[in-house]
């Protein structure tokens, strides 16, 4: 291979195993350490390994502020809030200014005590019609149901702010809560006050619609109120093709993910049954990246469930989606003509059922690479690679300088 | 040793072998794996190892920028421009607010094409002599030829500023580039024009002056442009003795490091033989490092042709150099009393023939070090040190503490 290097520009891979790192449990390994992965572990043997705080230690990442870090972008600085990622991968559109949320289809009783936070995983694009449109206060509202019971919602127009309260508990068998601003001034007050005044419409206008009836009748709950969290305001960011001069594509079923991608101007490229979730077609994401690394420089696979099994606590499920994703994904990808940078975007471990700070796992193969001993790709073998321990912001310009563009600083 | 370690002060010294770090190409190997260590080895085995990213992972650093971030000064607020440390290094005098230029004897032909951008690689004092000194627009020129084609110019006056766009297209071949503001405001676009009109001039006056005549009749090419680029405003800067309260030495051959050195205030050591090519002598600069530890605290010792060497694809070339350094340099000073630190400004991979951000392998080793399991001084070996990968902008602080010139930070 080494006769490519040198001025000759080249491609990256980025597959990112959404939650992939994880704490010892059950036989005192990982999930990783105990799934199949013999190609990720060929990849470590001819690869240059290490662990990689994705923010920085001790910060517990949400899946969006990883993904920003990841793609170079601090979140610190560029974080716009979830919402904005929800309705970007929804499809939605959105101006500068403009305020969005996560939403979910939820079950209340009479009492507006919430019954199930996701009104048994059922979601209706009838209903989101009802809402769809609706003006309060001079803010028109749009609201779309994308998967199960989750929705995206967009407040259009002048003086709100995405410094409000969550609406959504977290907690089923509490009160909804109202929504509070978050800082002072008329922005903030009037963005509450208006979705405090669109939680009680959606409960008014859904509770007894004949959809809703239908369901009662079936024994099934109702998705009778539409409950707010991650309020976000969007901001032009500058794209990541003028940061790093190379094309991006993104290859990934959950919408948070596509969000975030579109955010900063990555290509979509659609892949049917990537879903997000354990049904995920990982033949079909093994296709598309490798159609899409033609035309492009960098192609952003993401693999959600790894993350989901880990907040269900599920080891062998965790387990078993490292091993698909090892022979279905990996082993497709792992003899392309690029670089392929392996790693996650947090921990989920299994023991905590949440994300956490601990470091993941994090291997890079590709010409030219100082390959180190390591030969097993886990948390605990990744420690002594030639990486050490790098931080996520620092990624994609190491991925850059390794595929041709980079830029000096000095001379 | 151990009985001197206390309250008793120490002396180091820091050896940066200029581009030193590299990627495995031929046989599997960096040209440091492969080169005879003997004695840089055995400073691996007693001292303590790690990788260094000089300014910060994924970033390409340029020489200056990069000894600036070894010596404890962030580039991003220290780097004044190249031109500055040209001049300085060229022995020039230099007050705040002048901008200096780093230039070139250069041959273009009459349609102002550049036919070669070092003019053969032959400058001349008396060429400079022609136009040190010119009055443009009330501002005064200093031109200084130092070795071969290369010069430093500084203009003199007020109202000037370092915004404006090089001249030297780095491509041989193509038309000689007007100079252009890079911001806003009549100082950028002032020295723009006046930089044109050097440019000009230095054509006019040189094209056929005896000098050149008498090249032409030898069949040389004629020096009979200047070609300016990477202008630096001078800003004076608190001295490293003030930042770290140790005297500094500065042992080097090629200009630019002894500018960065004389910009933070160390004493210039001269070298006779010192020339910052394969040809320097080693054992000069060796004795020379000796005698100033004498009467410094801190000696930094700069050896180019590394660097060169990469730049020019020359595996061998890297590897010998490295081999005499380790031969005629590190055999002399291991023995030195004083810590010594053995590391690179930079990567400079032969097989990309240019610098890269890969981290640089680093040594220190004396009394009370924490000495590891490393044998081998090598990009790899000293991946699994035990400083780990730390950062430029580190090294100076930790070698200060370890010589007793420490501040404690709170109580």
Redesign the interface.
Known sequence: M?AK???CKNKAILLICDGLGDRPSVGGRTPLQAADTTNMDKISEEGINGLMDVISPGIVPGSDTAHLSLFGYDPHTYYPGRGVFEALGADMQLHKGEVAFRANFATVDEKMRVVDRRAGRNGSKELASVLNGLEIDGIEIALKNTTEHRCALVMKGENISKYVSDVDTHEAGSIVQECKPLKEGEAALRTAAIVNEFVRMSHELLNEHPVNEARRQKGELPANIILLRGAGSYEVVTPIKERFGFSTACVAGASLYKGVAKYLGMDIIPVEGATGKADTNLNNKAEATLQSLEDHEFVFVHVKDTDNKGHDGNFEGKRNMISRIDKELVARLKDADAYIVITGDHSTPVPLKRHSSDPVPIVIKGE??????VKKFDEISAA????????GL????????FIGY??????
Chains 1, 2 share one sequence.
Not at 395 to 401: E, G, Q, S, Y
């Open positions: 080494s290097q040198g001025n030219g690479i100082r390959k180190d001993n002594s690679g030639g990486l050490n321990r790098i931080r620092d990624l994609m310009l190491t991925i850059a300088d980079y830029k000096m600083y000095g001379t």
